[in-house]
């Protein structure tokens, strides 16, 4: 197969027990992330069949909704299952960036450039900042939300707050990277993210 691997996992959610077993463990490790599975290098092929069926059963990767692991109700890990969305135009704040793939991912250290696609990772990051999904008014494309935000409160004026599910339905839609910080180099929590879109398309 001349494929490059990982390309089909966030599709394989139909993939049985025995189907898991017979494939390769760098399969099984892409598969393991796109199902929200954190830390999967020092997993064994046993460890990660049995990470990977316990993550399907619990976090709401199938059409129920139901079950998303911790207090983010039914976001789920989205379509890309937290991986990062390259194109043309992706800048070099994503390559210096360390990709989190689900909420157990831990920076490597303070002030890292983070980068995720992971709707719960983004929302439990909003929330721990009392920040809720906002848009700007009068950039809407068509149908769609238009520049995307999260109001920490100060721009609540120049900002309309919307629901989790219209910011990620655009978030998705418009393929866009989320690049943040968790803390400052000094340790102190940090406010900082931006939205990219790999196409070039404002976020």
């Known amino acids: 197969m001349a ?43 046993e460890e990660l069949v049995d990470a990977i069926l316990e993550a399907r059963g619990g976090s709401g990767t199938a059409d129920d909704g139901e079950g998303s692991a911790g207090d983010v109700g039914d976001v789920g890990a989205g379509p890309d299952g937290g991986r990062i969305r390259k ?11 360390q990709e989190i793939t689900s909420p157990e991912d831990e920076p490597e250290r303070e002030g890292r450039s983070l980068v995720t696609t992971n709707h719960e990772v983004i929302k439990q990051w909003a ?4 920040g809720v999904p906002a848009t700007v008014p009068d950039t809407e494309h068509g149908n769609r939300l238009g520049v995307l935000r999260i109001d920490f409160g100060g721009d609540s004026d ?10 990620f339905t655009s978030f998705d839609d418009r393929r866009l990277n989320f690049i943040y910080q968790e803390q400052r180099s000094d340790g102190t929590q940090s406010n900082f993210f931006q939205l990219e879109n790999p196409d070039r398309e404002d976020a």
């Open 3 to 45: 494929d490059k691997p990982g390309n089909q996992t966030p599709k394989t959610p139909d993939l049985n027990e025995s189907e898991l077993r017979d494939m390769k463990v760098d399969e099984l490790r892409d598969v393991a992330k796109s199902a929200g599975v954190g830390s999967t290098s020092d997993l064994r092929k």
């Open 158 to 167: 120049r900002l309309q707050q919307v629901s989790w599910e219209e910011w």
């Open 87 to 97: 194109g043309s135009g992706s800048s070099d704040s994503l390559k210096y960036s």
């Open 127 to 130: 929330e721990a900042r009392n």
